[in-house]
């Protein structure tokens, strides 16, 4: 088939860019023609993307740039449409949607025209998004989890057979603890030998809820202190670590009025994640809402570690709240807290966590797995309409 793959993003370093690389390394692997747009202003991508989008190009696959906010660009995007005669058309996230959906208004339909839907934020009655998804045009919605599904039916007025669930994927090539040196990536980020480590890995946003990682922090640091004054000598000591985009200058006040500054680790932005997740030994998730499965989550199961996250959105989909990790009520420190210091405390218990959200990740969401479920529907929609 030849497919295209739309996206709004500028570059490969945010969950839905990252998933639509993903998927077309994995359509081209299996014999497709893929071809992929990204946004840029001007029609021109900024010299600072340049790496991360040069993947694409590596991987096989051709690369497009539009800036999907100007008319113009929708009028040569759709004669791009017409000459190249794509088989799919599969968008990701709601401006580039939007841009194929005017740029096919009055123009031939591409034969199978899917979007995917990564959030659980609901569809406003009267938006442009709820209308580009009502269209008969859009063969179908793909929603990364259930939750994601029930609210897109629920406030887009969707019939259920329209929206498919099909999860995100993670590389266990790239996300592989047999290919990481954890020793060394702790050394990398100064983490002291034989300290015990509570991570997370996300850019900062309020919805990503890093005010109650740091006061569950805290109070962690507290329980710790607490006990080694009690029983000097005892248990190793416990780092906070935070990776992501803007945490230190959004967060740093804060974690030096909690009085955990000494013991907390923020190395911004880190390209290696893999080796960042190797650093970690508990991995949490303290997100507060708009999530639709954190992608995180399956990366710190391949990469064999127990996982703590807030019952927010899809999340509940692969952390088995005592199977394949512990589920926290959001916005709820004390109960964040109380979860990793059980952990810490048992880590027999969070070895048998971790290894089976391991398996898990294994049995149903590797790249393969992904892209079988998302070949299989284009087909299925190709060939129902030639039945009519």
Known sequence: MKILQVATHASITRGGAVQLYRLARELLRRGHDVTCIFHAWNGRPAPRDAATLRGV??????????DMTRWRSILRFRRFLKSERFDVVHTHRD????FVTAATLLGPRPPVFVTNRGS???LHRFSLTRWCYRRAALDRVIAVAGAVKDVVVRTGGLASERVEVVYGSVDTEMFDPARVDAARAREALGIPPGARVVGTVATWAPKKGYDYFFNAAAQVAGEVDRRENVEPDGAAPVYFLAAGRRVERKMSDLVESLGIRERTILPGHC????????????????STKGEGLTGTIREAMAMRKPVISTDVSGNREIVDDGATGLLVPTRDS?????AIVS?????????????????????KFTNAIRGERIEALYRSIAEAKTRR
């Open 271 to 286: 390209e290696d994640v893999p080796s960042v997740l190797a650093a970690i030994d508990v991995f949490v998730v303290s």
């Open 120 to 122: 659980t934020y609901r």
């Open 343 to 363: 952990l810490l405390d048992d880590p027999s218990r969070a070895e048998r966590l971790a290894r089976a959200g391991y398996d898990l990740v294994q049995r």
């Open 334 to 338: 004390e109960s964040l807290a109380r």
């Open 57 to 66: 190009e590596e991987a096989g696959a051709r690369l497009v740039f539009y």
């Open 95 to 98: 401006l580039a949607l939007e």
